[in-house]
């Protein structure tokens, strides 16, 4: 009876032992396929696929054995909803950017990558290209901005509207006075400011 008791106790140690480390080596495997965002914390709110569905974009690329290559390997992505400032491998139309990094293994399952930071079109933005619809009033050069290995232009967009003076005119758009400046539209030089109509 002392024996058949003995055996319950350690036996019970025994499978919450086995099962303790079921949990420990299962945590580390499900915590390598959610990406990592660049403050170290997991992302939410994605899912990993094959391709990437039109109007989405990915946050990470992985390579896989036998997952979407049953033959061999293949690539997954942490598919997501483009919003403002997630980091995402790719620009979708309708965004823009205002930052740039080149990471390893991130967007490039096999080395260097580059992630950018979605950021949604708004006035008094600062930003790496000019959207559709928008115009910018002025242009900087930064070093490791939009270009995450040297320089690159950042433009200050503007919605576009009359009496605005803009560096470009938008479709819809006229002018009715023009300026040439000095590293206000151009960063590096003169350049042409242009006073809106519409």
């Keep these: 009876m002392v024996r058949s008791r003995i055996r319950a106790i350690v036996m019970s140690f025994v499978s919450a032992a ?9 945590a580390p495997a499900a915590a390598a396929l959610a990406p990592a965002s660049p403050s170290g914390q997991a992302a939410a709110g994605g899912y990993w696929a094959c391709s990437v569905p039109a109007g989405k974009t990915y ?52 080395g260097w ?3 950018y930071r979605l950021r949604v079109p708004k006035d008094n933005l600062w930003t790496c290209t000019v959207t559709p619809g928008m115009t910018y009033d002025r242009a900087d050069r930064r070093l490791n901005i939009c270009n995450a290995q ?11 509207k009359s009496g605005l003076w803009a560096c470009t005119v938008p479709l819809g758009f006229t002018y009715d ?22």
């Design 177 to 198: 006075q023009s300026d040439r400046r000095l590293n206000i539209c151009n960063p590096e030089g003169w350049g042409y400011s242009y006073r809106l109509r519409g």
């Design 18 to 26: 086995a099962l303790g480390l079921g949990v420990l080596a299962a």
């Design 113 to 115: 990558g580059y992630s």
């Design 150 to 160: 040297g320089w690159g232009y950042s433009y200050h967009l503007r919605t576009p």
């Design 59 to 110: 946050s990470k690329v992985d390579r896989r054995l036998n997952v979407c290559n049953p033959s061999g390997w293949g690539y997954s992505y942490y598919v997501e909803t483009p919003r403002d400032n997630l980091w995402a491998c790719t620009v979708p139309s309708g965004f823009t950017y205002d930052q740039s990094d080149r990471r390893l293994n991130i967007c490039n399952a096999q």
